[in-house]
């Protein structure tokens, strides 16, 4: 019975080790540094600035229809007679110059501007030149788009709004298993100015919150590179099920070695 005693423990030990071994592992944690009830600086999104091709739509209102229809160049006759109209939102390219040709006014430069800052400047503009007392300029950029490659599954996904993130961006491609992108190591493609930039974002760490590349500009590319290695299907179903048979045997194993 002791020879028998001495075979069953370590025989239970290495089944253990086993079971572990094979568990399907947990899935990869985000911000792992972070701590529970401690504040963190949360900085606030920068606004998106307008580069050179981006398409931009933009509104003029005012309490008169009449007024306002020469600055929404699509109203027809029936439209200005009809007081209660919707002003229709124009879409506008940014040249290679940084300018944008509206009704109007003419040319006006708003490369480098924010969306906020070409609603003021429309509004200044209409207003300085005595056309409307009280304009409401309506700005939204058209082409804010990301493109993800890599690990989690590609595409391109349109954004509404004037900020995106790369936590959003995650939860947006809908990645099947995240367990097969390497978190640790993203990389983020920017260009500004005619220069393209990458940066590397760990994922796991709260300093992702401070990367320049947190919060996503139009045109931005994120590319998720797999993890080195790769179950199948296949393969993946038979080391969960092995895994739950080895720890099921260790534990008999364990109540017989140390009960006899």
């Given at each position: 019975m002791k020879s028998i005693k001495r075979f069953i423990?370590?025989?239970?030990?290495?089944?253990?080790?086993?079971?572990v071994s094979c568990t399907t592992p947990r899935t990869l944690g985000y911000l792992l540094d972070m701590e529970y009830n401690k504040d963190y600086p949360a900085l606030p999104?920068?606004?998106?600035?307008?580069?050179?091709?981006?398409?931009?739509s933009i509104q003029?209102?005012?309490?008169?229809?009449?007024?306002?229809?020469?600055?929404?160049t699509l109203l027809t006759?029936?439209?200005?007679?009809?007081?209660?109209?919707?002003?229709?939102?124009?879409?506008?390219?940014?040249?290679?110059?940084?300018?944008?040709?509206?009704?109007?006014?003419?040319?006006?430069?708003?490369?480098?501007?924010t969306l906020k800052e070409v609603e003021k400047l429309i509004a200044d503009e209409i207003v300085s030149?005595?056309?409307?007392?009280?304009p409401v300029v309506n700005a939204e950029l058209d082409n804010f788009q990301v493109t993800v490659i890599g690990g989690a599954g590609g595409g391109q996904y349109q954004i509404s709004g004037r900020s995106f993130n790369l936590l959003q961006a995650i939860a947006r491609i809908n990645a099947t298993n995240n367990e097969q992108i390497d978190i640790k190591e993203v990389t983020v493609i920017r260009t500004?100015?005619?220069?393209?930039?990458?940066?590397?974002?760990?994922?796991?760490?709260?300093?992702l919150f401070?990367?320049?590349v947190f919060y996503l500009q139009q045109n931005d590319v994120i590319y998720y590179k797999p993890k080195i290695y790769r179950l199948s299907q296949t393969a993946s179903t038979f080391?969960?099920?092995?895994?739950?048979?080895?720890?099921?045997?260790?534990?008999?194993?364990?109540?017989?070695?140390y009960t006899r």
């Open positions: 423990r370590p025989l239970a030990v290495l089944l253990l080790l086993a079971a999104a920068p606004e998106l600035k307008m580069q050179k091709e981006d398409r931009l003029v209102l005012s309490e008169n229809p009449q007024l306002s229809a020469p600055f929404n006759l029936t439209d200005l007679a009809n007081q209660q109209a919707q002003q229709p939102m124009m879409t506008y390219v940014v040249d290679h110059e940084g300018n944008i040709e509206f009704p109007v006014l003419g040319k006006l430069y708003v490369e480098g501007m030149r005595g056309y409307i007392k009280e500004e100015n005619g220069v393209r930039t990458a940066y590397s974002v760990n994922m796991q760490k709260k300093a401070e990367s320049p080391i969960g099920f092995f895994g739950t048979v080895t720890g099921f045997a260790s534990l008999i194993l364990s109540y017989l070695a």
